[in-house]
T-cell receptor, first 111, second 112 residues
Framework: GQQLNQSPQSMFIQEGEDVSMNCTSSSIFNTWLWYKQDPGEGPVLLIA?????ELTSNGRLTAQFGITRKDSFLNISASIPSDVGIYFC???????????FGQGTRLTINP | KAGVTQTPRYLIKTRGQQVTLSCSPISGHRSVSWYQQTPGQGLQFLFE???????NKGNFPGRFSGRQFSNSRSEMNVSTLELGDSALYLCASSTDYLNEQYFGPGTRLTVT
C-alpha cells in the first residue's frame, strides 16, 4: 500500500515565487532522497538526507529531514522556468530493505 | 563519469510479444534496480540486482524477469506483453540498493 504521502500533487505558481512541498509517512525513515523529472527523462537526484533535522541546500533548493523522521520538505526559492517538472521524494524505511517513492508533485510556472 | 544508459529509448511492440531492455550502470556501481512508471501508478519497483544476484523483488508477475552480467550491466525481459505493460521503464544504479540511486533516461515501451 501507499507508504508515502507527497503533497501537493500539483502546483501552479508565478515565476519568482517560492515553492514548498513535503512528504509524510506513518513510518520512520533513515534516508530521504529528492528527485526532479523532466518530461520523457529519468529522475535526477537533487538532494540526499541522512540524519534527522538535517538541512541541505543545492543552489536554490533546500531540503530538510524532519525531526520526527517521518517527513521531509523541499523548498525552491525564486522559481525560474527551468524548475518546471515533477518532483519526487523517496525514502528508506527504518528496518525495511526497500525504498519507497512518493507520487510526485507536478510544478507548473505561469509566465 | 558517464551516467546510466538505457537502450533502446523507444520501443513499440504488439500484444503477446516479448521484449528485452538493457541498462548500463555508472562505472563502479554494482546495484541495478528497475522501475515501471505509469501516470496512474507512479514509480513501481520491479527488482534489484547486485553482483549478478536478484536481491529484492517487487510485486510484479513472473512475466517480468531480469538478469545482471559480471560487468554489472543488466537486462530486463517482459514476456507475453499486455496493453497494460505500456510504460516508461527506468533503471537506476547505485553502490548499494539503499544508497543514492541514479536513474537512466528510461525506455518508453508502447504495446499495441
Amino acid at each position: 500500500g501507499q507508504q508515502l504521502n507527497q503533497s501537493p500533487q500539483s502546483m501552479f505558481i508565478q515565476e519568482g515565487e517560492d515553492v514548498s512541498m513535503n512528504c509524510t509517512s506513518s513510518s520512520i525513515f533513515n534516508t530521504w532522497l529528492w528527485y526532479k523529472q523532466d518530461p520523457g527523462e529519468g529522475p535526477v537526484l537533487l538532494i540526499a538526507l541522512y540524519k534527522a533535522g538535517e538541512l541541505t541546500s543545492n543552489g536554490r533548493l533546500t531540503a530538510q529531514f524532519g525531526i520526527t523522521r517521518k517527513d521531509s520538505f523541499l523548498n525552491i526559492s525564486a522559481s525560474i522556468p527551468s524548475d518546471v517538472g515533477i518532483y519526487f521524494c523517496a525514502g528508506r524505511i527504518q528496518g525495511a530493505q526497500k525504498l519507497v517513492f512518493g507520487q510526485g508533485t507536478r510544478l507548473t510556472i505561469n509566465p | 563519469k558517464a551516467g546510466v544508459t538505457q537502450t533502446p529509448r523507444y520501443l513499440i511492440k504488439t500484444r503477446g510479444q516479448q521484449v528485452t531492455l538493457s541498462c548500463s550502470p555508472i562505472s563502479g556501481h554494482r546495484s541495478v534496480s528497475w522501475y515501471q512508471q505509469t501516470p496512474g501508478q507512479g514509480l513501481q519497483f520491479l527488482f534489484e540486482y547486485f553482483s549478478e544476484t536478484q536481491r529484492n523483488k517487487g510485486n510484479f508477475p513472473g512475466r517480468f524477469s531480469g538478469r545482471q552480467f559480471s560487468n554489472s550491466r543488466s537486462e530486463m525481459n517482459v514476456s507475453t506483453l499486455e496493453l497494460g505493460d505500456s510504460a516508461l521503464y527506468l533503471c537506476a544504479s547505485s553502490t548499494d540498493y539503499l544508497n543514492e540511486q541514479y536513474f537512466g533516461p528510461g525506455t518508453r515501451l508502447t504495446v499495441t
